[in-house]
């Protein structure tokens, strides 16, 4: 029986099609630098894009829908076939779904020169070919413990479709909220699986991180329900009560995993530093909430976005990328510099909510974001364009 392995050295076109996380890993590193660039100059008046949607509409959306929605296609794709059995997607079926992604990006982006409706359609198409492809994956190999992942991408299709049909603040939010809870519920997994590993390994013995058992099940139904009461009513008591046991919850869990152990390997406390990001953003959230008047909301939606999914994703595609490109899983200075740049502007943009006047943190944080992710970019794409080291083609 051909393996997965053996399907991806049948692949005798360009590398870059012989795996899910090359051409997604790539385009999410490019689109969210050269957005990031093109947000930077709508906001000083430089230029105006040509897009039927309101400038920070487009900002979130193709950062969501965009950039994550990229991210999310390279991971599982490149996932889901050690977690089932069955054989990757590689070749000119992969390409057919990078062109959806490239085609949504045009769509949107273009969209005042288009029928809306047909620009939505071509945003959605995208992750629905995505959601029929893992899910043909997943039950044909009766993987069942990864349906809530499964569910998780429909969630983020029904999101975007719902933002097109002008919901946009809910949308929004529901699509924040999918994003939290998959780094919850992955993050929660190779966090401390990658953390014990690594650590088994050093000479010197220490504490281990703590295996994932009950109480982990716990916060994360207490997390969702966080994230769902967010999305319904973001101004409740209610919501920020929850929201604040979720965040002292996910601190706690963190707590667990010995990451203060790891600060010599960057692979690992990168993980650490972007689900700490998670945590915060529930606090943040709980104060929004509770005092409004001196937490401003856009500091808890950017320790999301920025620093949960931002951080998160970078350290994870870093990481695949070495690993499944037959490099070793070291991070060297321009992968430590780039960690250092997209933390930083998260960082950044937390303390320009706080700070509504210094719109120098704007260009602080967006210019270090796009320092981050281009630099990522041009140092990973050798890696992306290349064939797995030792591989042999043709």
């Known amino acids: 029986m051909t393996t997965s392995s053996e399907r991806i050295r049948a692949w005798t076109g360009p590398a870059i099609l012989s795996g899910g996380f090359r051409p997604f890993f790539l385009m999410a590193g490019l689109w969210a630098a050269l957005a990031m660039t093109l947000w930077l100059a709508m906001l000083s008046g430089l230029m105006a894009l040509p897009t039927a949607f309101d400038p920070v509409g487009w900002h979130a959306h193709e950062f969501l829908w965009g950039y994550l929605a990229a991210v999310m296609a390279g991971f599982l794709l490149t996932a889901v076939p050690n977690w089932t059995g069955r054989l990757p997607i590689v070749g000119w079926p992969l390409a057919a779904l990078a062109g959806l992604w490239l085609v949504g990006r045009l769509a949107v982006t273009f969209s005042a020169h288009l029928p809306l409706w047909i620009a939505a359609l071509a945003d959605l198409a995208f992750l629905a070919a ?105 101004d409740a008591v209610p919501t920020a009560i929850a929201a604040l046991f979720a965040g002292l919850a996910n601190l706690w869990r963190l707590s667990r995993w010995a990451g203060g152990r790891t600060l010599s390997e960057p692979l690992l406390w990168v993980l650490h530093l972007g689900f700490g990001f998670v945590p915060l953003g529930f606090l943040l959230l709980a104060g929004a909430a509770l005092w409004p008047a001196g937490m401003p909301r856009t500091g808890m939606e950017h320790a999301w976005l920025a620093g949960a999914i931002g951080v998160m994703t970078l350290a994870m595609m870093s990481r695949a990328t070495l690993g499944h490109s037959g490099r070793a899983l070291s991070a060297g200075r321009g992968t430590v510099a780039v960690y250092l740049l997209v933390a930083g502007a998260a960082l950044a943009r937390i303390a320009a909510g706080f700070l509504p006047g210094q719109i120098w943190l704007l260009t602080l944080s967006g210019s270090a974001w796009v320092a981050g992710f281009g630099g990522f970019a041009l140092l990973y794409a050798p890696l992306f364009l290349r064939p797995r080291a030792g591989a042999r083609r043709g």
């Not at 492809?133 to 299709?157: D, Q, S, T, Y």
């Open 130 to 234: 995505l959601a029929l492809a893992l899910g043909r994956e997943i039950v044909a190999g009766r993987n069942w413990r990864n349906l809530p992942v499964l569910a998780l991408v429909a969630l983020m299709l029904a999101a975007n479709a719902a933002w097109h049909g002008g919901a946009t603040g809910a949308a929004l939010r529901g699509g924040i909220a999918v994003a939290v809870a998959l780094i919850a519920l992955i993050g929660g997994r190779v966090v401390p699986s990658f953390t014990r590993n690594w650590l088994a390994r050093q000479p010197a013995p220490g504490r281990l991180p703590v295996p994932a058992n009950r109480a982990d099940t716990g916060v994360l139904v207490l997390t969702v329900a966080a994230l769902a009461l967010w999305v319904a009513l973001p």
